[in-house]
């Protein structure tokens, strides 16, 4: 059984920092790009960021560069997203995806994988 399992989601003002980090089993993780992808209230999906294997180059969507920064530990099997200088159109939940098309993810079925997501919260 395939299982992401994301953590380290709350609520912060605008200028903090949280960390959030997906857990991975059932999957030959080294194998998966693996991509964080967020839904803010009444939003659709919005891809975040996602990291490749291999070399393990970075993308992020321009609102969120500078600012995040995604990481994986493939002997763990742990991909992290780290959050500065969070801001209230952060607020959304976050999900962890695996084996998903290349290109923007618009729909859950762009993505094989998913976690069940953690709330992000950004308010003042």
């Known amino acids: 059984e395939v299982r992401l399992v994301e953590s380290g989601g709350g609520s912060v003002q605008p200028g903090g920092s949280l960390r959030l980090s997906c857990a991975v089993s059932?999957?030959?993780?080294?194998?998966?790009?693996m991509y964080w992808v967020r839904q803010a209230p009444g939003k659709g999906l919005e891809w975040v960021s996602y990291i490749t294997t291999g070399d393990s180059s970075t993308y992020y969507r321009n609102s969120v560069k500078g600012r995040f920064t995604i990481s994986r530990d493939d002997a763990k099997n742990i991909v992290d997203l780290e959050m500065n200088n969070l801001e209230p159109l952060d607020t959304a939940t976050y999900y962890c995806?695996?084996?998903?098309?290349?290109?923007?993810?618009?729909?859950?079925?762009?993505?094989?994988?998913w976690g069940p997501g953690t709330q992000v919260t950004v308010s003042s």
């Open positions: 059932g999957l030959q993780f080294s194998r998966f790009w």
């Open positions: 995806a695996a084996a998903c098309r290349t290109g923007t993810v618009l729909s859950r079925a762009d993505c094989t994988y």
